[in-house]
């Protein structure tokens, strides 16, 4: 009964702030539509507590789905503690965010199509994680897909947040093409779709098979994560709202590939060749988004890219089988990535919507609670000890150097390298932003003030969980005894001992993270708080490099040679000879013309004179006798 309220409440919410908010007044929309999600909050923490302490599970069943042939499935909702985790990121952040909204969003006359979509969104992704079976996965996967296309292009009067929207929409689609391959294939192999059917009958399907399966259930999950490939669409994606950065971006729907993978864990440890390739991939991302974070200055771009590397960290920790430091990395990461974007919201809102952290500066002063929560964020997102990242962050480290994977050597040195640089930008937003002379006008920092209420009390609750997160539950989440919790949510092959071995990893390799993390501090105070010319000067000597970066690795421009502009070419041409001139000429263009034509020839025979008419009927009359005469 829990499990089901969780999921469909938040529709109710959806439907109710979408058809009857207008009707009902915006603080009663406002009051319904939040505490839809706040129940559902309270309920899987309830249920995350069972499963800690009981480890329960179950599915409930709710009605056949789909009953053709072989293929045969029902809806149901699976519940486990991969599951119970998942439920608590979604709901509590989803709660947050949508008090959150009610003051960021406070001017915007469309408020109540906004909470819809925040809340359908939300049950879409509930429905995502407590699938029971790859359909009805793929059935959250693409509500998710669309509900984020209609947040991104939410204020549709902007070009730019409609090209944003429809470039998050058709990059998803590539990878979702290649995830609903794989849900084929797998069905074709082990003939169903319900995930304790498939695991169990895995291990007899051809080797090649389960590889080309799980690359194919892969790149779903790069489209969804934006791995390196197929990334393009998340920076673009802050043309959204900032609530919804926060939402579908930091804690929620770029998540969906790492739950993917965890999920069908029995499936890619039967496939060492693709966790070495998830690995590669993940690595790849890590240092490509924090190399590109570094020359940002759009705030709320810079926490985005910041989202892309720590999703390269937890494909990491999947493609070198410790599942667990993922799901464990994807519960903190939720909570202080939240925290960086709404408190970056928050920046905004003071600075009457000025998003380049080039123009701020001082802000410490003026909005004080939105610098500390910035702060903790930021603590947390740099692996500070005893802060959330220093946890989960850390253990990917130590699991990439305890590995012996294919590709774990370049991914160790990768994610070092890494970690020194998301301290060093992360610290450069800080400083920007908060310290230092105020580069903005006057009229703006006259205006600047510390946000709402409802605004700050997010902030408040996600320190929170930034600060404790990863201490509270470190040992739940990675400790010796992992079938007690975890059950069979998760499965590892018996060879694979990467948890046991990250304990053991040297001191050295355990105090690293620290030693990046302090460095890109200490660079930043150099940089930024001590010799200020420093980044100028920085960015003219290696003025390719910096260009590099700032351009983002020329993807986008790469892209758009290789597949834009030729589809764009390819589409004309289609237009123009097989639309316009062989579908159109000769189907409704050309019926239409020839009956014109002689329609047109036909109104020339009515003149209006009697005459006329009576001479035609004489000729006709004639015509008439003369084969009646003739004709026998």
Not at 513 to 533: D, E, N, R, V
Not at 548 to 556: A, E, G, I, S
Not at 565 to 585: A, E, M, N, T
């Amino acid at each position: 009964m829990e499990l089901s309220l969780i999921v469909f409440l938040p529709l109710l919410g959806a439907l109710i702030s979408g058809f009857l908010g207008k009707h009902l007044g915006l603080r009663l929309s406002h009051f319904i539509s939040c505490s839809l999600i706040v129940v559902p909050f309270l309920l899987s923490s309830y249920l995350f507590y069972l499963t800690l302490n009981l480890n329960q599970t179950s599915n409930v069943f709710l009605i056949d789905w789909i009953v053709s042939g072989n293929l045969q499935s029902s809806w149901s909702l699976k519940f486990d503690t991969l599951t119970s985790v998942m439920l608590v990121v979604v709901t509590s952040v989803s709660a947050l965010v949508h008090i959150y909204s009610i003051g960021y969003m406070s001017h915007d006359p469309h408020q109540y199509r906004f909470f819809s979509y925040l809340s359908f969104f939300t049950f879409a992704m509930l429905m995502l994680v407590t699938s029971d079976n790859l359909l009805q996965l793929f059935f959250g996967w693409e509500g998710v897909g669309l509900a984020s296309y209609l947040l991104i292009g939410f204020w549709y009067k902007k070009p730019s947040a409609n090209a944003a929207a429809m470039k998050a929409f058709i990059v998803n689609r590539v990878g979702d093409f290649g995830f609903l391959l794989g849900i084929a294939m797998i069905y074709l192999s082990t003939s169903s779709i319900s995930f304790d059917e498939i695991f169990s009958k895995i291990h007899s399907v051809d080797q090649t098979i389960i590889n080309i399966s799980c690359l194919l259930l892969f790149l779903g999950a790069m489209g969804k994560s934006a791995q390196l490939f197929l990334h393009t669409w998340l920076p673009d994606a802050m043309e959204g709202p900032t609530p919804v950065s926060a939402l579908i971006h930091a804690a929620t729907m770029v998540t969906a590939g790492i739950f993917l993978i965890a999920r069908c864990s029995p499936i890619f440890e039967n496939s060492s060749l693709i966790l070495s390739v998830i690995i590669i991939i993940g690595a790849s991302t890590a240092f490509f988004a924090a190399t590109v974070g570094l020359v940002q200055n759009d705030i709320k771009r810079i926490v985005a890219y910041s989202t892309c590397s720590q999703l390269g960290y937890m494909f990491v920790a999947l493609g070198v089988g410790a599942y667990q430091v993922a799901i464990f990395h994807l519960f903190t990461h939720a909570f202080f990535k939240a925290l960086l974007f709404l408190g970056s919201g928050s920046v905004i809102h003071a600075m009457q919507d000025e998003q380049d952290i080039q123009k701020m500066g001082g802000l410490y002063k003026v909005i004080p609670f939105t610098w500390i929560s910035m702060l903790i964020g930021t603590l947390a997102l740099t692996g500070a000890p005893y802060f959330s990242g220093y946890y989960s962050k850390d253990a990917i480290i130590e699991s990439a150097f305890a590995s012996h994977s294919f590709g774990n050597e370049y991914a160790f040195y990768l994610l070092v390298i890494s970690a020194f640089l998301t301290s060093f930008y992360s610290w450069r937003l800080i400083f920007l932003t908060f310290h230092g002379k105020n580069r903005s006008s006057q009229e703006i920092i006259n205006k600047a003030h510390e946000s709402p209420l409802s605004m700050t009390i997010p902030l408040f609750f996600l320190s929170l969980g930034a600060l404790f997160s990863g201490y509270f539950f470190v040992d739940f989440f990675i400790s010796h005894d992992l079938l007690k919790l975890w059950g069979n949510s998760i499965y590892t092959l018996p060879s694979n001992h990467i948890l046991e071995e990250i304990h053991h990893s040297p001191y050295w390799v355990k105090k690293l993270p620290l030693i990046m993390m302090l460095s890109g501090f200490i660079f930043a105070i150099i940089f930024y708080l001590i010799f200020k010319s420093l980044p100028s000067l920085t960015a003219r000597k290696f003025s390719f490099i910096y260009k590099f970066f700032l351009n983002k690795w020329y993807f986008d421009e790469l892209y758009n040679i290789i597949f834009v502009k030729p589809l764009k070419k390819i589409g004309l041409f289609l237009w123009l000879v097989f639309d316009k001139r062989i579908i159109d000429g000769f189907g409704p263009d050309g019926i239409s013309s020839t009956v014109l034509i002689i329609s047109r020839n036909i109104s020339k025979l009515q003149t209006g004179y009697v005459y006329h008419y009576a001479f035609a009927m004489l000729i006709g009359l004639g015509i008439l006798i003369t084969l009646f005469m003739f004709g026998n």
